[in-house]
C-alpha cells in the first residue's frame, strides 16, 4: 500500500517549469517582414491613388492605418528611425485638413519608406510602366503626367534615381499652351495647375536631394489632385 500512496504523491507533483513550456502549444510566430512590407507597399499605393485623384477621406483612413498598424512585427537592425519617420509621416497625413498637406505627408512618407529600403538592401523593384507616344491630344498629356508621376513614385520607394530623373525629363518639357486647353474644355484653373508642375519640374533639375524630392513630389500630386478635383466638378480641398 506505501508504494501506491507514494506514487499518488508523485502523480501530484508540479511539473517542472521547463518541462511545462516544452509541453505547452506553440505561441504564434511573428508577423513575417515580407508580408507586412507587402501590405505597406498596397496600403502606400492606395494612399497614392487617392492623394493624387483628390479623394480625401479615402486617403485620410489609409494614412492612419499605416500610422498605427505596426505591432507584432520583427524589423531588421537599424531601421527604427526610419519607421517612426514613416509612421509620423503617415500620422500627419491622417491629420491633415487639406490636399496640399496630405500630398507633403506623402511625399514625407514615400521618402522614409525608400530609406528604410536603401539601409536594408531590401524594398520593391516596381515595373516600368510603358513611355507614352509623344503628341499633343489630352489623352497624351495626361498619360505622359501619369508616366512621370509613376515614375517619380518608384524613385521615392524603391529608391531609384534614374526613375527620377526620367520623370522630371518629361515634366520639365512645354506645359498646355491656352489654345490647347480651350480646345479641350478643361475646366478653370487646369492650365494653371499643368503650368504648376511643369515649372516645378523644371527648377527640381538644379537641386536633388532627398528632402527636395519629397518637397516636390509633394507639390506636383497637390497640383495633380486639385486639376482632377475640378474636373469633377468638385471645389479644392
Same mark, same amino acid.
Given at each position: 500500500m506505501s508504494w501506491f500512496l507514494t506514487l499518488l504523491a508523485c502523480s501530484k507533483t508540479p511539473i517542472p517549469p521547463e518541462v511545462a513550456a516544452t509541453n505547452a502549444a506553440?505561441?504564434? /510566430? /511573428?508577423?513575417?517582414?515580407r508580408v507586412?512590407?507587402?501590405? $505597406?507597399?498596397?496600403? *502606400?499605393?492606395? !494612399?497614392r491613388d487617392a492623394v493624387v485623384h483628390g479623394r480625401f477621406e479615402d486617403?485620410?483612413?489609409?494614412?492612419?492605418?499605416?500610422?498605427? $498598424?505596426?505591432?507584432?512585427?520583427? &524589423?531588421p537592425d537599424g531601421v527604427t528611425a526610419w519607421v517612426s519617420s514613416m509612421r509620423d509621416s503617415a500620422a500627419a497625413g491622417a491629420a491633415a485638413e487639406?490636399?496640399?498637406?496630405?500630398?507633403? *505627408?506623402?511625399?514625407?512618407?514615400?521618402?522614409?519608406?525608400? =530609406?528604410? $529600403?536603401?539601409?536594408? =538592401?531590401?524594398?520593391?523593384? &516596381?515595373?516600368? /510602366?510603358?513611355v507614352p507616344v509623344l503628341g499633343d491630344s489630352q489623352g497624351? $498629356?495626361?498619360?505622359?503626367?501619369?508616366?512621370?508621376?509613376? #515614375?517619380?513614385? @518608384?524613385?521615392? !520607394?524603391? /529608391?531609384? @534615381?534614374?526613375?527620377?530623373?526620367?520623370a522630371l525629363q518629361v515634366l520639365s518639357e512645354d506645359a498646355l499652351p491656352a489654345s490647347e486647353v480651350a480646345n479641350w474644355a478643361l475646366p478653370q484653373g487646369?492650365?494653371?495647375?499643368d503650368e504648376q508642375v511643369h515649372r516645378l519640374a523644371h527648377a527640381a533639375l538644379a537641386d536633388d536631394t532627398p528632402a527636395a #524630392? *519629397?518637397? &516636390?513630389?509633394g507639390q506636383i500630386v497637390s497640383a495633380c489632385a486639385t486639376c482632377h478635383r475640378?474636373?469633377?466638378?468638385?471645389a479644392p480641398q
Open positions: 506553440p505561441t504564434a /510566430p /511573428p508577423v513575417s517582414t507586412h512590407m507587402d501590405d $505597406h507597399l498596397y496600403r *502606400a499605393t492606395a !494612399i486617403a485620410r483612413a489609409d494614412f492612419a492605418w499605416m500610422a498605427e $498598424h505596426q505591432e507584432g512585427v520583427v &524589423l487639406s490636399t496640399q498637406a496630405q500630398a507633403a *505627408a506623402l511625399g514625407q512618407m514615400a521618402t522614409a519608406c525608400g =530609406g528604410c $529600403h536603401a539601409a536594408t =538592401g531590401t524594398g520593391p523593384k &516596381l515595373q516600368e /510602366p510603358t497624351v $498629356h495626361m498619360a505622359q503626367h501619369s508616366w512621370a508621376h509613376d #515614375r517619380m513614385w @518608384a524613385s521615392l !520607394i524603391e /529608391p531609384n @534615381a534614374g526613375a527620377w530623373e526620367s487646369s492650365q494653371a495647375q #524630392r *519629397a518637397d &516636390l513630389y475640378a474636373s469633377r466638378g468638385e
